[in-house]
């Protein structure tokens, strides 16, 4: 387990904690409220645990569809293939699953870092490789 997930269990767990010591202090109605409380509570955390992978996908799908049209009117006439994160896997929780890696044809030795966060403001954010020439695809990072 990573130990991002971690924090989130214990924050979680923490907050359902201060909900149940709330409900044993309180009496009548209000324990019954405050206990439907902490079970909805969990509830949530559970269908959000379960979604959020899911959601990832999704998102990193709609980047990359964003990423396309970026590079094909950057670059036309070139060929690329994509690298994502492999978010759910072991390893790899650390990384940023929205930084989309493109390698292009032409420099095969060099992955471009893009990042999307809608259709019209998308950015390269860096460059991973293991041979240091001239990096043909380089776009201005951070701007």
Known sequence: MHPTELIELFIVGGILLVILIVSIILKGKWR?????????????????????????????????????????????????EYRTVPHREDGYKHL????IGVIFDTEPLVEYKYFARNKSDITQRGWDTSDLHDLKHLEGLGE
């Open 96 to 99: 940023n699953p929205y930084y």
């Open 32 to 80: 019954k409220v405050i206990q439907g409380l902490a079970i909805l509570f969990l509830v949530s955390f559970g269908i959000f645990y379960f979604v959020r992978p899911y959601w990832i996908d999704m998102q990193i799908e709609k980047k990359v569809g964003y990423i396309q049209i970026h590079l094909e009117e950057q670059y036309p006439g070139e060929t690329w």
